[in-house]
């Protein structure tokens, strides 16, 4: 079993910043795959960042060049932080897993970029 924990959302004026944490229970956080997803209302979850285990980190296109997702094996913890943020952005944000096949999320965490 895993289960992730995020924080670090909230009301935040365009142009302004944020750094989400996703906290992990799993012993082997290193060797997991992590990403961060967002939904916003009426529309489908979407991927905005992934790192692997490895390394090697990927960004929704919308995003790349104000988001950076890193990793912190010996807190088990991934972040996200985001720089200029946009009206757009607002959404909860989730972090998933993938372990066995199977797919683990969050709670979700809300960001909500308004003036």
Known sequence: QVQLVESGGGLVQPGGSLRLSCAASAIMFSIYDMGWYRQAPGLQRELVAAITKGGSRNYLDSVKGRFTISRDNAKKTVYLQ??????????????????GGIDYWGQGTQVTVSS
């Open 82 to 99: 985001m720089n200029s943020l946009k009206p757009e952005d607002t959404a909860v944000y989730y972090c998933k897993t993938n372990r």
